[in-house]
């Protein structure tokens, strides 16, 4: 069974901000979740593998998505990526 590291708190996410002008700033939860902060807002993102290449999944902008949320989506589109569905 895929049993994440979860590495982000509801406060930390609550409390991130964009950092510097031109760059992204990211922060990884584990298993490919990442919450990606730019000047227009959190969103959180996937990163996977399929076929041999790295692709990227949204899954949502927080504060409409939660961390929860957003964990429970990464989980259900990792399952599916193991059953072979491309997302």
Do not use: C, H
């Not at 999944?57 to 957003?70: E, F, I, Q």
């Amino acid at each position: 069974m895929f049993r994440p590291i979860n590495l982000l708190t509801d406060k930390k996410v609550q409390s991130a901000k964009f950092e510097k002008f031109g760059k992204r700033t990211k922060l990884t939860d584990g298993a490919g979740l990442y919450l990606d902060i730019q000047p227009s807002g959190k969103y959180w993102r996937m990163k996977y593998r399929f076929d041999g290449k790295e692709k990227t999944l949204a899954l949502g902008v927080y504060p409409d998505v939660s961390l929860k949320l957003a964990r429970e989506r990464r989980t259900e589109a990792r399952e599916l990526i193991a059953d072979g569905i491309d997302l």
